[in-house]
């Protein structure tokens, strides 16, 4: 019978199931693919059901630069490392290029550290792929290629080769990849981001899928040597609050022998790259002779700022970020989140359209009302980005905080919490409205206001 791209007419019933031999196709095997396919095959073992799952991903993840890179910052926050040790997945040092304990934030009215809450050093920095392109040591190893070896473990195949086509034959999807025929799928599992063109493939199906709205953001590597780096950024990110057009977010991020460059924004682009590196408070933190124009890799990827309403379909399922994903911060967590959530409800709620429904729109619902909060939290640092006396309150604030401990530390775990993506932005918003971080707030901005004109002086220990 000859493959066809139309979608199926009439929904399914809502009856339709994963039974023993079922097949599954992941595409993608970033973070959100190999997450589902490691918990779909333990849940069916815990269910007693075998099941077949195909990994399609082109990408070679132990290859350096744009050949196994996913274009990402690489920030693993806390509650991720907590809850994969919990799953029985335990990061080697291998993995995780630098411990992160700090972030000292910079401005160009002083800078300010922030240590991590209990002084624990659970948040990493690693390199998706093996490293930019110019690595000449394999000193640590792909977080995606080990994740992609975790779901292998488990049983999951994978097939290296890109996606070419896809398409419906009586109510089952099907794929076809490069250099194979076509393949039926009793479910179809969409992991490969918004970057990829294959998204395109999607959306010429009638399921009514259009891909996430963007936003493009930059990010450049420096190779500077591992003991340099610990001379220059230690084993803090830094996060700048500049007053520059287009920019929300920049950040230097410490790996192992190299620097990642992350910027966020509108319209961002390489001209708004050079006018960050050419400011006095990044050539402060990078080493004495360090040349902006001189970077191991570059990219200007996009990221989704905004989920698609209805990811799924009848034995269809979008994850990660080009389902819906978390705003700005934390989207391998979402990845993590999302992934676990569809593989319960497809082993255990069904693969029809009505079954997903039930059982996975639930947490992408929870995202994307958590995402509208963080809209909310991310005024207050644009407010304080362009605004003088304000971010002079906030260094002031952060710094008589960082002095104390437990819970008069609130601005310092909000800042903390946003720059890590640690913690939900419910959580966030809801101590921002706390009355003692408003009156401390409140105190740093009267204080800050009776001596403006006056210079802070720079407050950051080694």
Same mark, same amino acid.
């Given at each position: 019978m000859p493959m066809t791209t139309t979608a199926p007419q009439t929904h399914a019933s809502g009856n339709l199931r994963l039974v023993d031999g079922s097949s599954v196709a992941v595409i993608g095997a970033g973070p959100a693919g190999s997450f589902f396919s490691y918990f779909v095959l333990q849940l069916c073992e815990h269910a007693g059901l075998a099941l077949e799952v195909d990994l399609y991903e082109a990408r070679d993840f132990l290859q350096p630069g744009p050949q196994g890179c996913n274009m990402c910052g690489g920030i693993i926050s806390e509650s991720l490392v907590q809850n994969l040790a919990v799953e029985g997945i335990n990061l080697p040092p291998s993995v995780v290029q630098r411990g992160i304990d700090s972030y000292v934030l910079h401005t160009d009215v002083g800078s300010a550290r922030i240590e991590l809450p209990l002084h624990e050093m659970r948040i990493g920095a690693v390199h998706r792929g093996a490293g930019p392109r110019d690595v000449a040591e394999r000193k640590w190893q792909s977080f995606d290629r080990y994740l992609l070896e975790q779901s292998l473990a488990r049983g999951a195949k994978h097939v290296a080769a890109r996606v070419e086509d896809v398409g419906w034959q009586n109510g089952r999807p099907w794929l076809k990849a490069r250099g194979a025929e076509a393949r039926l799928y009793d479910l179809m599992v969409v992991a490969t981001g918004v970057n990829s063109p294959t998204l395109k493939l999607f959306e010429k199906l009638d399921v009514g899928y259009r891909r996430p709205e963007t936003t493009k953001t930059l990010i450049w590597e420096y190779r500077l040597g591992e003991n340099v780096i610990s001379e220059s950024l230690g084993n803090s990110m830094h996060v700048f609050l500049l007053d520059l057009p287009r920019l929300e977010f920049a950040a230097l991020i410490p790996k192992g022998d190299y620097v990642t460059l992350c910027l966020l924004g509108e319209d961002i682009d390489s001209a708004l790259g050079d006018e960050f590196t050419g400011t006095p408070q990044v050539r402060a933190v990078m080493p004495p002779g360090w040349k902006a124009s001189e970077r191991s890799c570059q990219c200007l990827p996009r990221i989704n700022v905004k989920g698609v309403d209805q990811p799924y379909a009848d034995r269809l399922l979008f994850i990660g970020d080009c389902g819906i994903t978390r705003l700005y911060k934390d989207g391998i967590g979402a990845a993590y989140r999302t992934a676990k959530s569809a593989a319960r409800a497809a082993v255990f709620g069904g693969i029809?359209?009505? @079954?997903?429904? *039930?059982?996975? =729109?639930?947490?992408? %619902?929870?995202?994307?009302?958590?995402?509208? #909060?963080?809209? !909310?939290?991310?005024?207050?640092?644009?407010?304080?980005?362009?605004?003088?006396?304000?971010?002079? @309150?906030?260094? *002031?604030?952060? =710094?008589?905080?960082? %002095?104390?401990?437990?819970?008069?530390?609130? #601005?310092?775990? !909000?800042?903390?919490?946003?720059?890590?993506?640690?913690?939900?932005?419910?959580?966030?918003?809801?101590?921002?409205?706390?009355?003692?971080?408003?009156?401390?707030?409140?105190?740093?901005?009267?204080?800050?206001?009776?001596?403006?004109?006056?210079?802070?002086?720079?407050?950051?220990?080694?």
């Open positions: 029809s359209e009505a @079954a997903f429904r *039930r059982h996975y =729109r639930p947490v992408c %619902r929870t995202v994307a009302r958590d995402n509208v #909060l963080g809209r !909310i939290t991310f005024r207050f640092t644009r407010l304080v980005q362009h605004n003088r006396l304000l971010r002079k @309150a906030l260094l *002031r604030a952060v =710094r008589a905080e960082q %002095r104390q401990s437990g819970e008069a530390r609130r #601005l310092s775990g !909000i800042l903390w919490d946003m720059f890590s993506g640690t913690a939900p932005y419910r959580d966030i918003f809801g101590r921002m409205l706390h009355p003692g971080f408003l009156l401390r707030l409140a105190w740093a901005v009267a204080a800050s206001a009776g001596q403006e004109g006056l210079p802070l002086k720079a407050e950051v220990r080694s």
